[in-house]
């Protein structure tokens, strides 16, 4: 189970990710482009063009929830989320153990979606805190992450942004 939640609260930061940023283009623009993002997670499900809107708000949503962090109404955020996407618990056969899986009420793309990331990240708040999922602290970088380390001290949503952020902190010490 904690494969499947983990698969969720991944989901939810990979498509917060897509939005575009100040050296990224719009990662989910087209319909071709969100058949790819879902693609490359193993799904295929319909989409249709009417869905790209729907996918960028919850995008911005699910953004929102990782800017908020431990400030935040994330909570009351998440459950407005779950309120509009309804889950249904199902008891599934993931390799030889059973498992619990959550999916939405109807067969809808963006639905799917909804329901695995916001489920996901509710579970990954409820088990670690809302200190755990935050966005990027670099200065040029505003994507999610979730925190999964032991010590809990992740602040940079890459090894990239946070080798950026040190080398700048190493140049500017070094001009004064």
Known sequence: MLDYLEAGTQLAVDLVNTEPAAEREERLGTLAAARAFMSARGRRL??????????HALRSALHEIFRAGASGDVVERINALLATFPARPKLVVDGEHPA??????SDDFVDWVATTAVVGLAFFIAQHGVDRIGTCIATDCDD???????????RFCSNDCAQAASLRAFRARRRR
């Not at 619990?100 to 009420?105: G, H, Q």
């Open 46 to 55: 319909r989409l249709r063009a009417k869905d790209v809107p729907r996918l």
């Open 100 to 105: 619990v899986a959550f999916e939405p009420e």
């Open 144 to 154: 999610a992450f979730y925190d999964g380390t032991k010590n809990k001290t992740k």
